[in-house]
């Protein structure tokens, strides 16, 4: 990592990370942000930290046994 990669690192607060959707998925989410005017970073962002209070709250045992009752 250059010194300027370093510096950009320090300062931005967000980590990326390559996200992979099914196309129905992407869809949908492009619907509600659209309709909501909510960013899809930020509705991504609030779901995920949601699914991981839940796991750390309940456990994922029974998080995922509760996910696949739903489906």
Do not use: W
């Amino acid at each position: 990592m250059t010194a300027l990669h370093s510096l950009q690192a320090l300062a931005t607060p967000y980590r990326q990370f390559p996200l992979r959707l099914p196309h129905e998925i992407a869809d949908e989410l492009d619907r509600i942000a659209k309709r909501t005017r909510i960013t899809k970073t930020a509705i991504s962002q609030i779901a995920i930290q949601k699914f991981i209070s839940e796991i750390e709250r309940s456990g994922v045992d029974e998080l995922l046994n509760n996910l696949c009752e739903v489906q």
